[in-house]
């Protein structure tokens, strides 16, 4: 049967930010890169990053100065502050260690570094320098290509001598390199295969 290699479908991860900006810098700067997981793709400006870590310092200032304060009851309110500032940076995506990192200098980091969030291959790049991005904002589309999907177009007629499970033969045109594979489905992939 003819057949096509193919990308894992279940392997492909698309990445996005989770807050409006700029690119700033590119690292990741063509198709074809390998990556992985936890590497710098780019870094972003972003004017609401920006705010809520200074929002976090002043708080935390606020904090160290009611400490030594007579008045009590408004620690708690600046505690929140403080929690609420620093849980917004987490679900736009930084690290606590970034955000420690803020803290102990404080001060803000300007140009907020984008990681991978899995090693692959990039197969898309819509980053570029200066570039305003969004939360819709496709930016890469990265694949795991350590294991791929071989699409073997067989007749109707020839169906019925294929089994799950069964072992294939796969010859590539370009040379002798031939490879048998563990299983052999049809059909969709199930979760155990």
């Given at each position: 049967?003819?057949?096509?290699?193919?990308?894992?479908e279940?392997?492909?991860?698309?990445v996005?930010?989770?807050?409006d900006?700029?690119?700033?810098s590119?690292?990741?700067?063509?198709?074809g890169?390998?990556?992985?997981a936890g590497?710098?793709?780019?870094?972003l400006?972003?004017?609401?990053?920006?705010?809520?870590?200074?929002e976090?310092?002043?708080?935390?200032?606020?904090?160290?100065?009611?400490?030594?304060?007579?008045v009590?009851?408004?620690?708690r309110?600046?505690?929140a502050?403080?929690?609420?500032?620093?849980?917004?940076?987490?679900l736009?995506s930084l690290?606590d260690?970034?955000?420690?990192?803020?803290?102990?200098?404080?001060?803000?980091i300007?140009?907020?570094?984008?990681?991978?969030?899995?090693?692959?291959?990039?197969?898309?790049?819509?980053?570029?320098?200066?570039?305003?991005?969004?939360?819709?904002?496709e930016?890469?589309?990265?694949?795991d290509?350590?294991?791929?999907?071989i699409l073997?177009?067989v007749?109707?007629?020839?169906a019925?001598?294929?089994?799950l499970?069964?072992l294939?033969r796969?010859?590539?045109?370009?040379?002798?390199?031939q490879?048998?594979?563990?299983?052999?489905?049809?059909?969709?992939r199930?979760?155990?295969?």
């Open positions: 049967a003819v057949g096509s290699v193919a990308v894992d279940t392997r492909i991860t698309k996005h930010t989770r807050v900006g700029w690119i700033d590119v690292h990741a700067d063509f198709t890169k390998p990556v992985v590497q710098r793709l780019l870094t400006y972003s004017p609401d990053l920006l705010n809520t870590q200074e976090l310092l002043l708080a935390i200032r606020q904090q160290t100065t009611e400490a030594t304060s007579v009590s009851g408004m620690s309110d600046t505690d502050l403080v929690a609420s500032a620093r849980r917004r940076l987490q736009w690290t260690a970034e955000i420690d990192d803020v803290i102990r200098t404080k001060t803000p300007v140009s907020v570094p984008v990681s991978s969030p899995a090693t692959g291959y990039v197969l898309t790049r819509n980053a570029y320098k200066g570039q305003r991005i969004t939360p819709d904002t930016l890469y589309t990265l694949a290509l350590r294991r791929v999907w073997a177009e007749f109707e007629a020839d019925q001598y294929i089994r499970g069964m294939a796969v010859t590539m045109p370009y040379g002798d390199h490879r048998t594979g563990r299983r052999f489905g049809c059909g969709p199930r979760p155990d295969q």
